[in-house]
């Protein structure tokens, strides 16, 4: 079994749309998740981080995380063309190691 | 967000030539930089830690004679693929994060994508 399972896709969306993109983890242990974007042919960006169960809010983007459930999720709302990229879940025990999802790719069109 | 610089984005070599992949910080000193590898439509894989000033730590299963990392200085650190073959062909990113900051100051370069032919 994978250390962190993420669907790879692809998930494709009117723009406008809500999008949720998801990962679970085996390891109960980990204690920070994040989510990355990675264009096509380029590095990831970080786009949102959480430390602990519940949700986080910035701008179009929700994050929550169930530790419980061991699963964590990334909402976009209003979803646009330029969201389109591929969405890495990390998770990390906090010794600066991450470790990826296989990352799922969106496209959102017009 | 600060900056990560790799170079050279895309490098095409011959089989049994060495590739060296530079990763540089451009506006602050990265005490730890991490090279990861990444197939197609697949998730990143570390394959190793640097510390300026110390030796690579590896994963399990990189070979470390084959994947040589430099960590020199505090804005440079260097992978060298040494006689490529066609299996090492991948897209290599690198990563780095400050002295101060954590795992949300890490900052990706933008990738060099290694075709040996």
């Known amino acids: 079994q994978k250390e962190v399972e993420q669907d790879p896709g692809p998930l494709s969306v009117p723009e406008g749309a809500i999008v949720s993109l998801n990962c679970t983890y085996s390891?109960?242990?980990?204690?920070?998740f994040m989510w990355y974007r990675q264009y096509s042919r380029k590095g990831p960006e970080l786009l949102m981080y959480t430390y602990s169960s519940g949700n986080k809010e910035d701008g179009r983007f929700t994050a929550q995380v169930d530790k419980s459930s061991k699963y964590i999720s990334l909402f976009i709302r209003d979803s646009q063309p330029s969201d389109s990229a591929t969405y890495l879940c990390a998770m990390s025990l906090g010794y600066n190691k991450l470790i990826f999802g296989a990352g799922t790719r969106l496209a959102v069109h017009p | 967000g600060a900056v990560v610089s790799q170079h050279p984005s895309r490098v095409i070599c011959k089989s049994g030539t060495s590739v060296k992949i530079e990763c540089r910080s451009l506006d602050f000193q990265a005490t730890t930089m991490f090279w990861y590898r990444q197939f197609p439509k697949k998730s990143l894989m570390l394959m190793a830690t640097?510390?300026?000033?110390?030796?690579?730590?590896?994963e399990q299963g990189v070979e470390k004679d084959k994947f040589l990392i430099n960590h020199a200085s505090l804005t440079l650190s260097t992978l060298t693929v040494t006689s490529a073959h066609p299996e090492d062909s991948s897209f290599y990113i690198c990563?780095?994060?400050?002295?101060?900051?954590?795992?949300?100051?890490?900052?990706f370069g933008q990738g060099t994508r290694l075709t040996v032919v």
């Open positions: 990563s780095a994060i400050s002295g101060t900051g954590g795992l949300t100051e890490a900052f």
């Open positions: 640097s510390n300026e000033g110390s030796k690579a730590t590896y």
């Open positions: 390891n109960s242990a980990f204690q920070y």
